[in-house]
């Protein structure tokens, strides 16, 4: 993917460059809990040099998010993902799961029934409220 096109698919989907030079999305009631999600380079070490993005290019992208965050497990992944689809419509690209095959219905099922469960166990936590 090329760099400009990378930062004109990030920002159509709601992203904001930031924090380790990396793209976020932030939820305006809770941003200072940190990001929803967050979208860094495959390349090491990760980060994207804005200075360099017109001749910048990268092979592929790494969607993640920090659990606890400022929203659910599952209310996360459902903002992350259609954003990825978005961004890998926009740029031409194809979602592929941890091992990196296609991202299918069944995938999905599974994260989103894997993430349900991460909710269920934290239920009433709060993000920096957390027992050791």
Sequence with gaps: ????????????VGLEFGDM?????LDDRSA????????????KPGSFDLARIDTASTP???FFMT?????????AWDAMLPAAQRMAE????VLLDSERNGLGRQGIQHIRD???GWDRRHEGEEIGLRSR
């Design 21 to 25: 030079n990396i793209f976020h999305r």
């Design 114 to 116: 894997d993430l349900r």
């Design 67 to 75: 659990l606890p965050g400022p929203l659910s497990a599952l209310d």
């Design 32 to 43: 200072a809990l940190g990001p929803v999600f967050s979208v860094a380079n495959m390349v």
């Design 60 to 62: 592929g992208l790494g």
């Design 1 to 12: 993917f090329r760099g400009v096109d990378l930062v004109v698919a990030a920002e159509k």
């Design 90 to 93: 926009l740029l031409d690209g």
